[in-house]
T-cell receptor, first 110, second 116 residues
Framework: RKEVEQDPGPFNVPEGATVAFNCTYSNSASQSFFWYRQDCRKEPKLLMSVYSSGNEDGRFTAQLNRASQYISLLIRDSKLSDSATYLCVVIHTGGFKTIFGAGTRLFVKA | NAGVMQNPRHLVRRRGQEARLRCSPMKGHSHVYWYRQLPEEGLKFMVYLQKENIIDESGMPKERFSAEFPKEGPSILRIQQVVRGDSAAYFC??????????????FGQGTRLTVV
């Protein structure tokens, strides 16, 4: 079983739609969680951290469920510019090894 | 405050040649990760290094690939006797020293290797 798993998609949604991605992780000792965004042929960049209490940044909301070992990303009112690949990232305790999911592709259409 | 620097950005090699990819982490970062991304695919973990130590190389192919992160200088990913299947984007990321909570990783712009 992969340490971090994501649905590869693609998710094809119209502008204005709400879309949600989930990511599961297998190591219960995982400590920190992030969502990264990767545009075509570019390097991944940090989108937001994920806290136990959940956090929101504009149209983006991230949630962590430690009991079920998954994190989620919700995007409201999708824009064309949201089209990208979204990577789930997990950091383990001890050694701070960073594990990236393979990513979920999102296409937002006009 | 320079970010993660990778060079070269683009590298073309003939089959059988060696490819050397360099990564200078952000200032103050002592953890380096190498990832490979094939066209239209996700990032695949290759190796995790700290200064002078390989911590986890479980994603590295058993042959032809090696990585180092010396005390001085950049981290190097070395691919010997390249084959067409090695053509990919190779990303390096760095994160702060152990002990820093919520340590996000910053990526370099990648090296695109093309084997002809």
């Amino acid at each position: 079983r992969k340490e971090v798993e994501q649905d590869p998609g693609p998710f094809n949604v119209p502008e204005g739609a709400t879309v949600a991605f989930n990511c599961t992780y297998s190591n219960s000792a995982s400590q920190s969680f992030f969502w990264y965004r990767q545009d075509c042929r570019k390097e991944p960049k940090l989108l937001m951290s994920v806290y136990s209490s959940g956090n929101e940044d504009g149209r983006f909301t991230a949630q962590l469920n430690r009991a079920s070992q998954y994190i989620s990303l919700l995007i409201r009112d999708s824009k064309l510019s949201d089209s990208a690949t979204y990577l789930c990232v997990v950091i383990h305790t001890g050694g701070f090894k960073t594990i990236f999911g393979a990513g979920t592709r999102l296409f937002v259409k006009a | 405050n320079a970010g993660v620097m990778q060079n070269p950005r683009h590298l073309v090699r003939r089959r059988g040649q060696e490819a050397r990819l360099r990564c200078s982490p952000m200032k103050g970062h002592s953890h380096v990760y190498w990832y490979r991304q094939l066209p239209e695919e996700g990032l695949k973990f290759m190796v995790y290094l700290q200064k002078e130590n390989i911590i986890d190389e479980s994603g590295m192919p058993k042959e032809r690939f090696s990585a180092e992160f010396p005390k001085e200088g950049p981290s190097i990913l070395r691919i010997q006797q390249v084959v067409r299947g090695d053509s990919a984007a190779y990303f390096c990321a760095s994160s702060p020293s152990a002990g820093v909570m919520d340590a996000e990783a910053f990526f370099g712009q990648g090296t695109r290797l093309t084997v002809v």
